[in-house]
């Protein structure tokens, strides 16, 4: 059981939070890991936390690349035939890794195990993201398209899964991992538990915090177009979740665009959505909008917001899934 497991830890400016999210590491029942941890270039006291860990903790530091760079290259450092994934800011629970490891022993058709988590320590802020609705395990590439119930720091995987389907995509600033947990789903079963396993807080400062709106999601969308290129062998089902996700970023992004005043570009999303939901009435009302002068688009934008609620165009799916 030596090393069986990686523990995938980037870090940037985590001075803080770090020593915190290692305890927990130390704390596993399950003892056969070695956490693998990368500084992204923090200018806090970082480094200086890994080294007081270096007895228990392999790390290196890299010129500031992002949450992807970062994640990849701590894959990069060991041969370990599982991996799972922990932010600097975040923590497990004590039975995280024996609950997983010993499901993808039973189960080697899984790829990729996650679980339900706590938000801030809240016992009861899990149920705002993960519904009791999610399926336990198998193919489950349709429920994640459409509704992302994976958090970074409660995934473990095959590293067979990696070997397959590659790693983690850099060009993406943020989405990267929901890319991957796709990628992988498209090719292998899924498993979910029930049971919070970890407990994930929210940092100003993290790798993906200072990215900014209209930026997180464009890379939504490009994550989405990322998958279709790669996974073009999907079954029709899946193929159909997959379009009508990317309707919906679009329509997200669209939104986004026509609330900043960038009615052109706005015109040019909501027309991507269309093309990929014709039925997306709300999508083709705002389009409307877009052509309206200043006098009308203010009023109407009011009654909007009063009849419908503020647009979803800032939700965890449409701004990535990064904690």
């Known amino acids: 059981m030596q090393n ?18 290692l305890n927990s590491v130390y704390a596993q029942t399950y003892k056969g890991l070695r956490v693998c941890a990368v500084d992204d270039q ?8 890994l080294a007081a860990n270096a007895h228990r903790c392999s790390y290196v530091s890299q010129v500031h690349r992002g949450a992807a760079a970062a994640r990849n290259r701590a894959i990069r450092m060991s041969n370990s ?10 923590e497990w629970l004590p039975l995280k890794l024996e609950r997983q490891i010993s499901l993808l022993k039973d189960q080697p058709h899984i790829g990729l195990v996650c679980s339900r988590c706590v ?34 720091p409660t995934v473990v995987i095959r590293r067979a899964c990696l070997d397959e389907v590659g790693l983690f995509q850099e060009s993406l600033s943020v989405s990267e991992d929901f890319n991957l947990w796709l990628r992988i789903a498209a090719r292998w079963g899924i498993a979910y538990l029930p ?10 400062g993290s790798l993906s915090s200072t990215i900014a709106d209209a930026e ?16 073009g062998h999907l079954p029709s089902p899946e193929a159909g979740a997959l379009r009508k996700a990317l309707g919906k970023r679009f329509y997200f992004y669209g939104s986004f665009l026509l609330k900043s005043g960038d009615k052109r570009a706005c015109r040019s999303a909501l027309t991507a959505s269309l093309k990929l939901q014709k039925s997306n009435w709300r999508a083709l009302a705002k389009l409307a909008m877009s052509f309206l002068p200043a006098a009308l ?10 009849a419908f609620g503020k ?7 449409a701004l990535g899934t990064d904690a």
């Open 42 to 49: 923090s200018s806090d006291r970082t480094l200086l936390v």
């Open 4 to 21: 069986e497991v990686a523990v995938v830890l980037p870090c940037y400016n985590a001075e803080a939070t770090l020593q915190r999210a």
């Open 81 to 90: 035939p599982f991996i799972a994934f922990l932010d600097a800011d975040d």
């Open 216 to 231: 997180r999601l464009r890379s939504g969308i490009a994550a989405l177009k990322d998958v279709q290129t790669n996974c």
């Open 311 to 317: 647009a979803p165009s800032l939700d965890r799916n």
């Open 297 to 306: 688009f203010r009023p109407l934008s009011n009654f909007w917001r009063r």
């Open 195 to 204: 049971e919070p396993l970890a407990i994930v807080h929210q940092r100003p």
């Open 119 to 152: 938000l801030d320590g809240s016992t009861n802020g899990d149920s705002r993201i993960f519904l009791d609705n999610v399926p336990r395990s198998g193919r489950l590439f349709q429920a994640l398209a459409l509704n992302c119930f994976v958090f970074t």
